[in-house]
């Protein structure tokens, strides 16, 4: 391999996506750099100007002149760093969170677009042939908090909840067939009938692979919301994740609307419970039950949404 190579695939694929044209690719009015800022201010979680530049590799200046944009279009909001007071905090105001929504969805629908292109034969190879490329270029480096992405899910992902649902809750607890059903009918009454606006799915992906999922749907009880199906796989523990795919439910829930965040867990789950708590999340009831071919006790926990925003 030359330079030349390397430069030509470069050319190739900044082209395939958009690159050069980001706003009028995306119809929006933000370049592409800008959108990543965006993106880094959704979906990050540290926001201290300082961190958004290393993340990036963006000239101060440069970040500044954005992060001055964004201010006067009213997408966010700057102040000192509660860590750190020389350090600047930047924060998406509910307009940024709405126009980081959008690009990112016009983002997936392209990228969606692109690979309806690729036959389903070739996807796989496709895969493997990115995770080559980053995996080469990473050099061996472990991974860290910031490879980390949370994003909607695409084609395939709402099968891969299920599959690694079931997959991972026997080969850890033994639980047998009746979860996965269950696990089945959650994503299949989403995927059938849902409102974008009050429902959504997150998926944690690590180096192009998905590693982790969480759910936000609505309770039957008004002005509530049940957080389900929270996972971290096992290879991807210790980066935060479940931390992340929380705090992203506990974000929705609250600017959609809802007053309260509830949730259904079990005694076994201890790892998960731990994060619940370091939310806010209360036990309010246990009830032991045979289920998934073992005896558990079920537990209900809820965050009142009112409260933790005062």
């Given at each position: 391999?030359?330079?030349?190579?390397?430069r030509a695939?470069?050319?190739?694929?900044?082209n395939?996506?958009?690159?050069?044209?980001?706003?009028?690719?995306?119809?929006?009015?933000y370049t592409?750099?800008?959108?990543?800022?965006?993106?880094?201010?959704?979906?990050?979680?540290?926001?201290?100007?300082?961190d958004?530049?290393?993340?990036?590799?963006?000239d101060?200046?440069?970040?500044s002149?954005?992060?001055?944009?964004?201010?006067?279009?009213?997408?966010?909001?700057?102040?000192?760093?509660?860590?750190?007071?020389?350090?600047?905090?930047?924060?998406?105001?509910?307009?940024?969170?709405e126009?980081?929504?959008?690009l990112?969805?016009?983002?997936t629908?392209?990228?969606?677009?692109?690979?309806?292109?690729v036959?389903?034969?070739?996807?796989?190879r496709?895969?493997?042939?990115?995770?080559?490329?980053?995996?080469?270029?990473?050099d061996?480096?472990?991974?860290?908090?910031?490879?980390?992405?949370?994003?909607?899910?695409v084609?395939?992902?709402?099968?891969?909840?299920?599959?690694?649902?079931?997959?991972?809750?026997?080969?850890?607890?033994?639980?047998?067939a009746?979860?996965?059903?269950?696990?089945?009918?959650?994503?299949?009454?989403?995927a059938?009938?849902?409102?974008?606006?009050?429902?959504r799915?997150?998926?944690?992906?690590?180096?192009?692979?998905?590693?982790?999922?969480?759910?936000?749907?609505?309770?039957?009880a008004?002005?509530?919301?049940?957080?389900?199906?929270?996972?971290?796989?096992?290879?991807?523990?210790?980066l935060?994740?479940?931390?992340?795919?929380?705090?992203?439910?506990?974000?929705?829930?609250?600017?959609?609307?809802?007053?309260?965040?509830?949730?259904?867990?079990?005694?076994?789950?201890?790892?998960?419970?731990?994060v619940?708590?370091?939310?806010?999340?209360?036990?309010?009831?246990?009830?032991?039950?045979?289920?998934?071919?073992?005896?558990?006790?079920?537990?209900?926990w809820?965050?009142?949404?009112?409260?933790?925003?005062?």
């Amino acid at each position: 391999m030359t330079v030349q190579d390397v430069r030509a695939f470069n050319r190739f694929y900044t082209n395939l996506i958009g690159a050069l044209d980001y706003s009028r690719h995306l119809y929006a009015p933000y370049t592409l750099t800008e959108s990543r800022v965006l993106y880094e201010l959704a979906h990050s979680p540290r926001t201290d100007a300082a961190d958004l530049r290393a993340a990036l590799s963006l000239d101060a200046g440069y970040l500044s002149r954005i992060l001055n944009r964004f201010e006067r279009d009213g997408l966010v909001e700057r102040a000192p760093s509660g860590d750190d007071p020389r350090r600047t905090r930047v924060t998406l105001t509910a307009r940024g969170r709405e126009v980081a929504g959008v690009l990112d969805e016009r983002s997936t629908e392209a990228v969606g677009s692109l690979l309806s292109t690729v036959p389903a034969a070739e996807r796989t190879r496709l895969a493997e042939a990115m995770r080559t490329v980053r995996e080469i270029f990473s050099d061996g480096r472990r991974s860290d908090r910031d490879d980390v992405v949370l994003r909607e899910p695409v084609p395939g992902d709402l099968g891969w909840i299920v599959q690694r649902n079931a997959a991972l809750y026997a080969a850890e607890f033994g639980w047998n067939a009746e979860y996965e059903g269950l696990v089945a009918r959650i994503v299949a009454d989403y995927a059938e009938d849902h409102d974008p606006r009050t429902e959504r799915v997150w998926i944690a992906e690590l180096h192009g692979r998905p590693v982790g999922c969480v759910m936000c749907v609505r309770d039957d009880a008004p002005a509530t919301a049940r957080l389900r199906l929270l996972l971290v796989d096992p290879e991807a523990r210790g980066l935060g994740i479940g931390d992340r795919l929380v705090t992203a439910v506990v974000g929705f829930a609250r600017d959609a609307g809802y007053r309260h965040l509830v949730l259904w867990t079990n005694d076994v789950l201890s790892a998960a419970r731990r994060v619940y708590q370091r939310h806010g999340f209360t036990l309010v009831a246990e009830k032991p039950h045979h289920s998934f071919g073992k005896d558990l006790v079920g537990q209900d926990w809820r965050l009142d949404l009112a409260a933790t925003r005062e």
